[in-house]
């Protein structure tokens, strides 16, 4: 049944309401009347947009048109009408305020959305006013001191890796050494952090903000100081807003945020190590989401790097660094008597949450079941030969257990799945039967490493990142599967639990899953027999490209290629699976022959949750070799996305910020 007025253009909002009453208690037709309007929200932005709902006293039994209406209609739009769908009792319509592109600042609009069925309903809503742009600085200063009183209780893990860079005679840039750090970041009062490290035990390292150190026994020796680049997730521990000049550029989106760009630069009177570059800021509640540039140099001694570094929202309200890019591209001198390196580094945090990533498993299906009576059955123990396999499993299960709770092993998830697949088409087509089952893990580290622990494979998210393609991906599970078909065991010191009872800067040293010389040679040799029965026997013209890349840049990327729990990809005189590599094309500087991708390829990380999945992209066209880069450190590009909050949490909030000339 049809309504049987229309609203008319021109005419007062309430004489339409009352003209529609009549009308409807004229024609006698309605049966169901209309019980409400309502909206998702009791506020909103200037040219935001809010869901509203109509709802009957009952289901209808045939289509019906509810009639809509705002109040001033210079402040929100809705459509004329909804239709409520045959059986029915509600459906949405959408409210789409109105942003004035004069006003600057001013007061709050009260808005009256009207409905009609039968009766009419209504339902209020505030339009926020545009904040000026002065208010708005206000409004980041406050919300950065915030940031910097929220980030101190949280210790993610941060690590960074750096790539020195050099650029030939034919303009080639390519990486000529490299560094890489983990800790665990500490940002109460400065920035410091405790390193995990192979060779000796972690110290807490120097409590300053330049990524440079400069070592007493050569004073023209420059070292990089993982704090120096930690520290670039903070604009200003002071940031003060007579310190800086702010300059409005313009409004734009980094992925479903949409921001405002600022350019800040210190004062005359602002202290050393201020910053100086552009700001990003969410257009809800005013948090800065990126910020790039560097800071203002504090004394020869000390330089500070070009940085563009991004937080994400990670819980309601909360936003939290995530990752950072930065780079130096000049070849001239920048400080007496120091040569400014070229280079490009990449900083990442994660384990956020970690009291919930530790104690997700506990305790949260705990059951107390009524024993029954079985005193006089006979309970047969576990044979020799699985007591021993179950012995093995708890060493591999507590190994694995810690290294999640410590943040390097994500918990599993989809990725896992993906390993899984391509080991199980290993394991059917050579019919193995191995018991317990095999599992896969992603270490959520950088360097490029697999390893085993007992059953258990695991893959670095560095590794899964560079891998060209599934037939690689299969290449480097197939030496970890042949291990353990092999039956290559772990050791089983790790059953007792009192072995994990060490500082966590010290786990590198501590858990070593790596195998003899003759473990790896008749693993490879297994590896190799696996292949040539499974359905990548055909497509291992990639995989061997992959080896011959990792061997080309062993000597130069020592760090990326150095494992910290297992076997090296490749040694001095050796490489895994060298007849895969010695079967596969020269490795040449052409556009189709792509041998290894770049660094953060293929895999997600979520900085909370330790969750890790793969990117979902569109190939993009290479126009020259240039453009491959393989194993080498890249700028980061998030697709920014916000976090559902309370609708009271916009009451603070506007979406779009005017220039106040």
Same mark, same amino acid.
Request: with cysteine; charged share 25%; glycine share 6%.
């Given at each position: 049944m049809k309504t049987p007025f229309k609203f008319l253009r021109g005419m007062p909002v309430v004489s339409l309401i009352l003209l529609a009453g009549l009308a409807i208690s004229a024609s006698g037709q309605t049966t169901d009347s209309l019980n409400s309007v309502s909206l998702a929200a009791r506020s909103a932005a200037g040219g935001s947009s809010v869901e509203g709902r109509v709802t009957l006293s009952g289901p209808t039994t045939e289509d019906i048109e509810v009639s809509l209406a705002a109040d001033p209609v210079t402040a929100a739009r809705v459509p004329s009408s909804v239709t409520i769908k /045959?059986?029915?009792? !509600?459906?949405?319509?959408? $409210?789409?305020?109105?942003?004035? +592109?004069? /006003?600057?600042?001013?007061?709050?609009?009260? *808005?009256?959305? %009207?409905?009609? %069925?039968? *009766?009419?309903?209504? /339902?209020?809503?505030?339009? @926020?006013?545009?904040?000026?742009?002065?208010?708005?600085?206000?409004?980041?200063?406050?919300? &950065?001191?915030?940031?910097?009183?929220? *980030?101190? #209780?949280?210790?993610?893990?941060? &690590?960074?890796?750096? #790539?020195?860079? +050099? &650029?030939?005679?034919?303009?080639? *840039?390519?990486?000529?050494?490299?560094? %890489?750090?983990?800790?665990?970041?500490?940002?109460?009062?400065?920035? !410091?952090?405790? $390193?995990? +490290?192979?060779?000796?035990?972690?110290?807490?390292?120097?409590?300053? @903000?330049?990524?440079?150190?400069? @070592?007493?026994?050569?004073?023209?020796?420059?070292? %990089?100081?993982?704090?120096?680049?930690?520290?670039?997730?903070?604009?200003?521990?002071d940031f003060q807003k007579d310190n800086y000049y702010f300059t409005f550029v313009r409004q734009e989106f980094l992925g479903e945020v949409r921001c405002i760009v600022v350019d800040v630069q210190p004062r005359e009177k602002a202290h050393q190590g201020s910053f100086v570059g552009r700001i990003w800021v969410e257009d809800h509640d005013f948090n800065i989401v990126r910020f790039n540039g560097t800071y203002s140099n504090k004394s020869n001694y000390d330089s500070y790097f070009h940085f563009d570094s991004w937080r994400m929202n990670m819980q309601p309200g909360i936003w939290l660094p995530s990752q950072i890019y930065s780079e130096e591209t000049s070849r001239k001198r920048d400080l007496p008597p120091f040569i400014q390196p070229r280079f490009k580094a990449q900083t990442k945090f994660w384990n956020y949450d970690e009291v919930h990533i530790k104690h997700q498993s506990e305790f949260t299906d705990v059951r107390v079941d009524v024993a029954d009576d079985h005193a006089e059955a006979v309970r047969a123990q576990a044979p020799p030969l699985e007591a021993q396999r179950n012995w093995e499993r708890l060493a591999e299960d507590n190994a694995i257990d810690h290294l999640q709770k410590t943040g390097l092993i994500a918990p599993p998830g989809p990725l896992d799945k993906v390993l899984q697949t391509v080991v199980n088409n290993l394991s059917i087509t050579n019919n193995l039967d191995i018991i317990p089952? $095999?599992?896969?893990?992603v270490l959520l580290t950088t360097p490029l490493e697999s390893f085993t622990i007992g059953h258990t494979i695991v893959i670095s998210r560095g590794l899964i990142d560079v891998l060209p393609d599934e037939a690689a991906l299969a290449m480097v599970l197939s030496h970890e599967l042949a291990h353990i078909a092999l039956n290559h065991r772990i050791d089983s010191k790790f059953a007792f639990n009192d072995r994990f009872f060490f500082p966590e800067p010290s786990t590198f040293q501590r858990m070593d899953f790596e195998r003899s010389a003759l473990d790896e040679q008749a693993a490879d040799k297994k590896a190799i027999e696996l292949l040539n029965n499974s359905p990548y026997k055909d497509k291992l013209t990639s995989a061997g490209l992959f080896l011959r890349q990792i061997q080309d840049r062993a000597q130069v990327l020592p760090n990326l290629i150095r494992p910290h729990f297992g076997n090296p990809l490749t040694g001095k005189n050796t490489i895994r699976l060298a007849t895969v590599a010695t079967a596969a094309l020269k490795l040449e500087n052409k556009v189709d022959q792509i041998a290894a991708l770049s660094l953060g390829a293929r895999v997600n990380l979520n900085p909370w949750s330790n969750q890790i999945e793969m990117m979902i992209s569109k190939p993009v066209t290479l126009l020259s070799p240039a453009d491959k880069m393989p194993l080498e450190v890249t700028p980061f590009s998030p697709y920014l996305t916000r976090m559902s909050t309370k609708a009271t949490d916009f009451s603070q909030s506007a979406n779009v910020v005017e220039v106040n000339k």
């Open positions: /045959a059986g029915e009792t !509600s459906a949405t319509f959408t $409210v789409t305020t109105i942003l004035s +592109q004069t /006003a600057i600042g001013g007061d709050d609009t009260a *808005v009256s959305i %009207y409905a009609n %069925y039968g *009766v009419t309903k209504h /339902a209020n809503l505030t339009v @926020l006013a545009p904040v000026s742009f002065d208010r708005m600085i206000d409004k980041v200063i406050a919300r &950065e001191h915030s940031f910097i009183d929220n *980030v101190k #209780q949280y210790h993610p893990l941060a &690590e960074t890796y750096i #790539q020195n860079m +050099q &650029e030939d005679k034919e303009h080639n *840039v390519r990486p000529t050494a490299d560094t %890489y750090f983990l800790g665990r970041l500490d940002l109460k009062d400065t920035t !410091s952090d405790e $390193v995990f +490290q192979k060779d000796k035990s972690g110290n807490k390292m120097h409590r300053f @903000l330049s990524p440079f150190e400069t @070592l007493g026994k050569n004073a023209f020796t420059r070292h %990089y100081v993982p704090a120096g680049f930690a520290n670039m997730a903070i604009i200003d521990r089952e $095999v599992r896969c893990r």
